[in-house]
């Protein structure tokens, strides 16, 4: 019997587990308790790690469809048909006829981390997407915006705060999200215990909100109302205390005047939440010794979800609760990509062809993926690379999509499984099991409420038909690139460095460079090797020419510098159970990015989309029909989790919440199958009858939707559910920066096979 000891890859929480097996045959699964983060404790996901790595449904080869079938093809075929049909398409339409998608489970793997950028460099495509637009993009933003950086994203320093102000997020099932922190409802107990306060902002009684000491039962779109309220509230009653902060803010005077006609007495009933809860809400959150607010997915993606996210990193800030303890704090990682001088992520430097929404960090709004396929004209999509996503589930107008996709002229898929989206690919290229693969989280470290590190090997070798991740993003990369002499050989020469290098040498790298790194004596005495030198400055001279942040970036590391600290990736593996670095420190203004050096606290993009709100604050609501929300469940991560028998067993969960009241006056009965309809189109599904959603308000889970043909998900295909994309409508987007709205939609709700109800 051998113990792997290993990072939780399939969420953000970052919890520790022990593998007990033989020669790579899995036993159990347990939560690590020397784990200096998570101290032992993991969800039921976990334990599915086994089977997504055993999955017989997993693809270990690649497949290249032939008609409506499938063959399988060697890697070397399949690298060099797509290699040559790639150049073709792009000789023949541009790079702007070109698109790349990168889903959800990209950012959970080091290897796809690492090399994905060259990949999409290479290839040329200038339409890019991914799971940002329905997800966590106004959060991005507000970080870009106020600090300088997308990925200056402050989380909640939930060890010692006293008042944890929760919007749009259900903790208890996701374990948190843009907040890394292994058993994060322990922690919120642990801060009950001492005398704290955790308060829950949701339209629905959820999971989080059964732990809550207070719920707040807002109307489905409308935190936007509550966040100005409270911040009217603060001001006007003299409250705010933004203390050191004071003197890093540009833009004070002007939030002051956003908020004012904003009272507690004007958004209560838009909100559904009265001016005297509102009132008192403000006071608690601003006399609290130590507060924090937070928003996530369900504040991300409604029709104000950039104000939103903005609004919360006001709120923070005017009561003096960013950058220190118990507040809204910044992490220090191992591998700090904001010091390495990653892209800052720009917005609105361009717009999508049909709608012309704004980019964000040179990506897309994933609603425009179908439009930008089926319309005919200059910069029409003809061919797409897809990462680790199943857009025809996870987007809205997933119908629409599905069609979209058919019509392509060459589509390939890097993906581990046929599902809804790879089906229509011509080559499917699955990369190696999780357990196959070193890990190391690149971005989670950076969102986590606790500085930690850890490095795991993999617990067993790749079989020798398979590819890592990396490997097949390089090999693609060199056989989709190099349309003169000059690429052809940087690109070589980069495979043949990243080879010699493998991610743990790449990572060691990148720690050295860290803030507990120290110099690397490799680099330094590859570059004066002789027979090296010529590759040394191929490599310097790249990062110059075409990543200038990043090179501009490392002249402040420890490769320059000569800072001696102990951190490298062997270390690491002499830790199996991870190291722990300390707790969330103050960082500004040393870590800000912005041209100012200051906080910038009103962005002309905010001031005028609160005009926007002032419009709609000014409207009678007049909502008669039902507001759709989504939700999630502890078992469950988007789509690519519903192949697992130990997570989907039990009672079916794709089913449609609704308060008894609204039943009984469409004459729903329990368990009785109903007809959701949107302008859209419709699904049907069973309805459940429950008081954990208020009356006007019914919830879908999202992620199912597995009933469509030529796909290879047994477990998943036995249970199928429906898509809560296929009612929801991708003309629906926050205009401020595209974000598709998700939550707050209409619907009308009727029982099968009756007329159509409101």
């Given at each position: 019997?051998?113990?792997?000891?290993?990072?939780?890859?399939?969420c953000?929480a970052?919890?520790?587990?022990?593998?007990?097996h033989?020669?790579?045959?899995?036993?159990?699964?347990?939560?690590?308790?020397?784990?200096?983060?998570?101290?032992?404790?993991?969800?039921?996901?976990?334990?599915a790690?086994?089977?997504?790595?055993?999955?017989?449904?997993r693809?270990?080869?690649?497949?290249?469809?032939?008609?409506?079938?499938?063959?399988?093809?060697?890697?070397?075929?399949?690298?060099?048909?797509?290699?040559?049909?790639?150049?073709?398409?792009r000789?023949?339409?541009?790079?702007?006829?070109?698109?790349f998608?990168?889903?959800?489970?990209?950012?959970h793997?080091t290897?796809?981390?690492?090399?994905?950028?060259?990949?999409?460099?290479?290839?040329?495509?200038?339409?890019r997407?991914s799971?940002?637009?329905?997800?966590?993009?106004?959060?991005?933003?507000?970080?870009?915006?106020?600090?300088?950086?997308?990925?200056?994203?402050?989380?909640p320093?939930?060890?010692?705060?006293?008042?944890?102000l929760?919007?749009g997020?259900?903790?208890?099932a996701?374990?948190?999200s843009?907040?890394s922190?292994?058993?994060?409802?322990?922690?919120?107990?642990?801060?009950?215990?001492?005398?704290?306060k955790f308060?829950?902002v949701?339209?629905r009684?959820?999971?989080?909100?059964?732990?809550?000491d207070?719920?707040?039962?807002?109307l489905?779109?409308?935190?936007?109302?509550?966040?100005?309220?409270?911040?009217?509230?603060?001001?006007s009653?003299?409250?705010?205390?933004?203390?050191?902060l004071?003197?890093?803010?540009?833009g004070w005077?002007?939030?002051?005047?956003?908020?004012?006609?904003?009272?507690?007495?004007?958004v209560?009933?838009l909100?559904?939440?009265?001016?005297?809860?509102?009132?008192?809400?403000?006071?608690?959150?601003?006399h609290?010794?130590?507060a924090?607010?937070?928003?996530?997915?369900?504040?991300?993606t409604?029709?104000?979800?950039?104000?939103?996210?903005?609004l919360?990193?006001v709120?923070n800030?005017?009561?003096g609760?960013?950058?220190r303890?118990?507040?809204?704090?910044f992490?220090?990682?191992?591998?700090?990509?904001?010091g390495?001088?990653?892209?800052?992520?720009?917005?609105?430097?361009?717009?999508?062809?049909?709608?012309?929404?704004?980019?964000?960090?040179?990506?897309?709004?994933?609603?425009?993926?179908?439009?930008?396929?089926?319309?005919?004209?200059?910069?029409?999509?003809?061919?797409?690379i897809?990462?680790?996503?199943?857009?025809v589930?996870?987007?809205?107008?997933?119908?629409?999509?599905?069609t979209?996709?058919?019509?392509?002229?060459?589509?390939?898929?890097i993906?581990?499984?046929?599902?809804?989206?790879?089906?229509?690919?011509?080559y499917?290229?699955?990369?190696s099991?999780?357990?196959?693969?070193?890990?190391?989280?690149l971005?989670?470290?950076?969102?986590?409420?606790?500085?930690?590190?850890?490095?795991?090997?993999?617990?067993?070798?790749?079989?020798?038909?398979?590819r890592?991740?990396?490997e097949?993003?390089?090999?693609l990369?060199?056989?989709?690139?190099?349309?003169?002499?000059?690429?052809?050989?940087r690109?070589?020469?980069?495979?043949?460095?990243?080879?010699?290098l493998?991610?743990?040498?790449?990572?060691?790298i990148?720690?050295r460079?860290?803030?507990?790194?120290?110099?690397?004596?490799?680099?330094r005495?590859?570059?004066?090797?002789?027979s090296d030198?010529?590759?040394?400055?191929?490599?310097?001279?790249?990062?110059?020419?075409?990543?200038?942040?990043?090179?501009?970036?490392?002249?402040?590391?420890?490769?320059?510098?000569?800072?001696?600290?102990?951190?490298?990736?062997k270390?690491?593996?002499?830790?199996?159970?991870?190291?722990?670095?300390?707790?969330?420190?103050?960082?500004?203004?040393?870590?800000?990015?912005?041209?100012?050096?200051?906080?910038?606290?009103?962005?002309?993009?905010?001031?005028?989309?609160?005009?926007?709100?002032l419009?709609?604050?000014?409207?009678?609501?007049?909502?008669?029909?039902?507001?759709?929300?989504?939700?999630?469940?502890?078992?469950s991560?988007?789509?690519?989790?519903?192949?697992?028998?130990?997570?989907t067993?039990?009672?079916?969960?794709?089913?449609l919440?609704?308060?008894?009241?609204?039943?009984?006056?469409r004459?729903?009965?329990?368990?009785?199958?109903?007809?959701?309809?949107?302008?859209s189109?419709?699904?049907?599904?069973p309805?459940e009858?429950?008081?954990?959603?208020?009356?006007g308000?019914?919830?879908?889970?999202?992620?199912?939707g597995?009933?469509?043909p030529?796909?290879r998900?047994?477990?998943?295909?036995?249970?199928?559910?429906?898509?809560?994309n296929?009612?929801?409508?991708?003309?629906?987007?926050?205009?401020?920066?595209?974000?598709?709205?998700?939550n707050g939609?209409?619907?009308?709700?009727?029982?099968?096979?009756?007329?159509?109800?409101?």
């Amino acid at each position: 019997m051998q113990e792997h000891f290993r990072t939780c890859n399939l969420c953000e929480a970052m919890c520790g587990v022990v593998i007990s097996h033989t020669e790579g045959v899995i036993h159990s699964i347990k939560g690590d308790r020397q784990d200096p983060f998570s101290r032992g404790h993991i969800c039921p996901k976990a334990i599915a790690l086994k089977d997504l790595q055993d999955d017989p449904d997993r693809l270990r080869t690649p497949l290249k469809r032939v008609g409506q079938s499938w063959e399988a093809v060697s890697w070397e075929q399949a690298f060099a048909d797509i290699g040559q049909r790639w150049q073709q398409l792009r000789r023949q339409y541009g790079g702007d006829a070109l698109g790349f998608y990168t889903g959800n489970p990209t950012v959970h793997h080091t290897g796809a981390m690492l090399l994905l950028a060259p990949l999409i460099h290479a290839c040329g495509a200038r339409k890019r997407f991914s799971a940002t637009s329905v997800d966590q993009l106004p959060a991005m933003l507000a970080a870009q915006q106020l600090f300088g950086h997308q990925l200056l994203l402050p989380v909640p320093d939930i060890d010692r705060t006293d008042f944890f102000l929760c919007l749009g997020g259900n903790p208890a099932a996701s374990n948190g999200s843009l907040m890394s922190a292994g058993d994060i409802m322990g922690r919120i107990r642990s801060m009950q215990q001492r005398g704290g306060k955790f308060v829950v902002v949701d339209p629905r009684y959820s999971e989080s909100a059964e732990k809550a000491d207070a719920h707040l039962a807002i109307l489905p779109g409308k935190d936007v109302f509550l966040l100005a309220a409270l911040l009217q509230s603060i001001f006007s009653r003299g409250w705010e205390k933004p203390g050191r902060l004071l003197q890093m803010l540009h833009g004070w005077d002007e939030v002051r005047q956003l908020v004012a006609p904003f009272t507690p007495e004007k958004v209560a009933t838009l909100t559904g939440i009265e001016a005297d809860r509102i009132h008192r809400l403000a006071y608690e959150f601003s006399h609290a010794t130590h507060a924090v607010a937070y928003g996530r997915v369900g504040a991300c993606t409604q029709q104000f979800g950039g104000l939103n996210l903005w609004l919360i990193q006001v709120l923070n800030i005017v009561t003096g609760n960013l950058d220190r303890p118990g507040g809204s704090m910044f992490s220090h990682p191992a591998i700090d990509l904001v010091g390495l001088g990653l892209e800052r992520g720009g917005f609105d430097r361009f717009r999508s062809r049909v709608r012309g929404l704004p980019e964000f960090s040179g990506e897309l709004p994933a609603v425009c993926l179908a439009e930008e396929i089926l319309v005919p004209g200059p910069g029409q999509l003809r061919a797409l690379i897809t990462h680790a996503a199943n857009p025809v589930l996870s987007v809205p107008g997933g119908a629409q999509l599905d069609t979209a996709l058919a019509q392509l002229e060459f589509m390939v898929s890097i993906d581990c499984y046929l599902n809804e989206t790879t089906r229509h690919a011509h080559y499917i290229l699955p990369p190696s099991g999780p357990l196959e693969q070193g890990h190391f989280d690149l971005i989670f470290n950076m969102l986590a409420v606790r500085n930690v590190v850890r490095y795991n090997p993999p617990m067993r070798e790749k079989p020798i038909e398979c590819r890592h991740d990396w490997e097949i993003l390089l090999e693609l990369a060199v056989q989709m690139g190099g349309r003169n002499r000059a690429e052809r050989l940087r690109l070589s020469l980069m495979r043949t460095l990243v080879h010699r290098l493998g991610i743990e040498g790449i990572l060691d790298i990148l720690l050295r460079l860290g803030p507990y790194g120290q110099p690397v004596p490799v680099i330094r005495r590859w570059q004066q090797k002789s027979s090296d030198q010529g590759l040394f400055r191929l490599l310097t001279g790249a990062l110059q020419d075409r990543w200038p942040d990043v090179w501009q970036g490392l002249q402040h590391t420890a490769l320059f510098s000569g800072k001696q600290q102990d951190l490298t990736i062997k270390r690491l593996l002499t830790a199996p159970h991870g190291l722990d670095l300390g707790p969330l420190m103050p960082a500004l203004p040393e870590r800000l990015q912005t041209a100012s050096g200051l906080i910038e606290l009103a962005p002309a993009i905010y001031r005028q989309d609160m005009q926007r709100a002032l419009e709609r604050l000014e409207m009678s609501d007049g909502q008669n029909s039902l507001q759709l929300i989504g939700r999630r469940h502890v078992r469950s991560n988007n789509s690519w989790m519903h192949n697992s028998r130990r997570l989907t067993k039990g009672p079916g969960r794709c089913t449609l919440m609704m308060h008894p009241e609204d039943a009984a006056q469409r004459q729903i009965g329990a368990d009785q199958r109903v007809c959701v309809r949107s302008v859209s189109g419709a699904v049907e599904l069973p309805v459940e009858l429950t008081t954990a959603v208020r009356p006007g308000v019914v919830s879908m889970p999202h992620g199912y939707g597995h009933h469509r043909p030529g796909m290879r998900l047994t477990i998943a295909e036995a249970q199928p559910g429906v898509s809560v994309n296929d009612v929801l409508d991708p003309g629906q987007v926050d205009p401020l920066c595209g974000v598709a709205v998700l939550n707050g939609v209409s619907v009308n709700v009727s029982p099968v096979g009756r007329s159509q109800a409101t």
